[in-house]
């Protein structure tokens, strides 16, 4: 059976994928970055989303000689002009504080009126081989920004956005739900055929 490595050390992250090869008729095994503990994390330090993404799959094809995917996601805020895009997750400037970083953004728009809260979450999912072979595809979850959180799944800004169609946020919809929209859940399938094409 082939192997494929996915940048990551998230285990609903490799699950999310891997149901979506296998709905798809791909008999891969895939694998996290953990199966590798030796290889350092990459710093990502592209100014785009699909940048960022093609680093970490590079670096991972070059590193364990297997075919990898990597993605790199975030939110994008029209009033903002797109931020803060690559830099959601350190928005707050402590990188993985969540709370600080909604805080942080519900605090800038809050004399944003309904009309003007659009945003979208952008997932770019990237796949690189070892001879240097790469594709990127992308993914968006689009809606509107509430002025309170709401709801306790998902993660992140998930508790703002409302998407397009909905009457609840990310984080009021269930894992199911969630993955049915989602950015990465639509980048990721975007991947497939790329996957068959490359990885076969």
């Known amino acids: 059976m082939k192997r494929l490595i996915l940048a990551t050390r998230n ?7 891997h149901a979506i090869l296998a709905d798809a008729g791909l008999d891969l095994a895939l694998v996290g970055a953990d199966a590798y503990p ?12 699909a940048e ?5 799959a590079h670096a991972l ?3 364990t000689g297997l075919p990898a ?4 996601s975030g939110l994008c805020v029209e009033v903002l002009g797109g931020a803060p895009g690559i830099f959601s997750a350190r928005w707050s400037g402590t990188h993985g504080d969540d709370q600080a970083n909604l805080n942080l953004l519900l605090a800038q728009l809050g004399d944003i009126a309904a009309p003007h809260r659009t945003a979208h979450f952008a997932c770019a999912a990237a796949l690189a081989l070892p001879d240097g072979t790469e594709r990127v595809v ?17 993660f992140g800004y998930d508790p703002i956005l409302q998407p397009d169609g909905e009457t609840r946020t990310c984080a009021e919809l269930t894992p199911a739900e969630k993955n049915a929209i989602s950015h990465r859940g639509k980048a990721f399938r975007a991947l497939v055929p790329v996957v068959r094409e490359l990885v076969g």
């Open 61 to 63: 094809a070059q590193a």
């Open 38 to 49: 030796d290889i350092p994390d990459v710093k990502e330090t592209g100014v785009t989303f």
């Open 138 to 154: 992308e993914g968006r979850l689009t809606g509107t920004l509430r002025h309170t959180p709401s709801g306790t799944n998902g």
């Open 69 to 72: 995917i990597a993605d790199d």
């Open 11 to 17: 285990a609903g992250k490799i699950t999310e994928l």
């Open 52 to 56: 960022n993404a093609l680093l970490k």
